[in-house]
């Protein structure tokens, strides 16, 4: 059976918006670029995982990436399950949860400027949006067997988000033996 890799963290989606130069206040400016894709550090380091894993960086080894997060009832959830599982990132443990019906997945708006000129720096300015699906909790946890959540489990990574839920994660790991990373 294939060694796993626990990730406990955020998901969300990014919004990246270009603009030749930060906006000043009050001003309209046109985007010269709009991209989305998967973000939040959990779901960058699952992603970032799985394309390691599928190089052979880790070698030989059969290793699977899991991540346990929450996510909205939305179609933002929707599109960042589907972006994790084109990533093979295993999405099958109990704590991969959506939230209740009518929830929202969290979203940034990433704005960028483009241009630099000779006395100015390039910019990045994060807009974070909070989903209502919540945050994995410890009552979460509690309510799933965590022998499954923890089977063929060799590393458990937390992005510090749900942190209540990550410290109790963390602490369940440390008594299997299980080694333990933090960003």
């Given at each position: 059976?294939?060694n796993?890799?626990?990730?406990?963290?955020?998901?969300?989606?990014d919004?990246?918006?270009t603009?030749?130069?930060?906006p000043k206040?009050?001003?309209?400016?046109?985007?010269?670029?709009?991209?989305?894709?998967?973000g939040?550090?959990?779901?960058?380091?699952?992603c970032a995982?799985?394309?390691?894993?599928?190089?052979?960086?880790f070698?030989?080894?059969?290793?699977?990436?899991?991540?346990?997060?929450?996510?909205?009832d939305?179609?933002?959830?929707?599109?960042l399950t589907q972006?994790?599982?084109?990533?093979?990132?295993?999405?099958?443990?109990p704590l991969?949860?959506k939230?209740?019906?009518g929830s929202?997945?969290?979203?940034?708006?990433?704005?960028?400027?483009?241009?630099?000129?000779?006395?100015?720096?390039?910019?990045?300015?994060?807009?974070h949006?909070p989903?209502?699906?919540?945050?994995?909790?410890i009552?979460?946890?509690?309510?799933?067997?965590?022998?499954?959540?923890?089977?063929n489990?060799?590393?458990?990574?937390?992005d510090?988000?749900h942190?209540?839920?990550s410290l109790?994660?963390?602490?369940e790991a440390?008594?299997?033996?299980?080694s333990?990373?933090c960003?």
């Open positions: 059976e294939e796993v890799v626990l990730i406990v963290g955020s998901l969300g989606l919004r990246l918006l603009v030749p130069r930060y206040a009050d001003s309209k400016v046109r985007t010269t670029s709009y991209y989305e894709e998967g939040g550090n959990a779901g960058n380091t699952s995982m799985a394309l390691l894993r599928d190089a052979k960086l070698g030989e080894k059969n290793i699977q990436i899991k991540l346990l997060t929450k996510v909205g939305d179609s933002v959830g929707q599109q972006e994790l599982e084109s990533f093979n990132v295993n999405i099958s443990s991969f949860l939230g209740p019906p929202t997945t969290s979203f940034t708006t990433i704005i960028v400027s483009s241009n630099i000129g000779e006395h100015e720096q390039p910019t990045r300015t994060c807009l949006t989903g209502t699906c919540g945050n994995l909790t009552e979460d946890a509690l309510s799933v067997d965590l022998d499954e959540v923890f089977h489990v060799v590393h458990l990574h937390s510090s988000r942190a209540e839920c109790f994660l963390a602490k440390k008594k299997r033996g299980i333990i990373s960003d």
